[in-house]
């Protein structure tokens, strides 16, 4: 069992960073490959960036290239998500995801694959 805790969003302008923290219980942290999606209103939830458990494989999605830097903390047990050059279409509530697949699995980007997720915390970029 993994409880996550995300922390860190809140309101900026337009090209403002945040960055959002996920704290995860638990002492199996590192079989776990961790994720952030996102989810605005009206729209289904979109994967964002994962990490592989020893973190040396990442990988975001195309709309947050060069923005969004994902890392994590091992001896922590933490996962963070950099957010740099923020934009009004990046507001979003972002969840932390834990699940028991490889960072080379087609189903990485569909969220039903992953067994664990925090409450969400809400990003708003104003223009």
């Known amino acids: 069992q993994v409880q996550l805790v995300e922390s860190g969003g809140g309101l900026v302008q337009a090209g403002d960073s945040l960055r959002l923290s996920c704290a995860a219980s638990g002492s199996t942290f590192t079989s776990y490959l961790m994720g952030w999606f996102r989810q605005a209103p009206g729209k289904e939830r979109e994967f964002v960036a994962l990490i592989s458990g020893s973190g040396v494989i990442t990988h975001g999605a195309d709309s947050v290239q060069g923005r969004f830097t994902i890392s994590r903390d091992n001896a922590k047990n933490t996962v963070s998500l950099q957010m740099n050059s923020l934009k009004p279409e990046d507001t979003a509530v972002y969840y932390c995801?834990?699940?028991?697949?490889?960072?080379?699995?087609?189903?990485?980007?569909?969220?039903?694959?992953?067994?664990?997720w925090g409450q969400g915390t809400q990003v708003t970029v104003s223009s």
């Open positions: 995801t834990a699940g028991r697949l490889s960072a080379w699995s087609p189903r990485k980007y569909n969220p039903e694959s992953y067994d664990y």
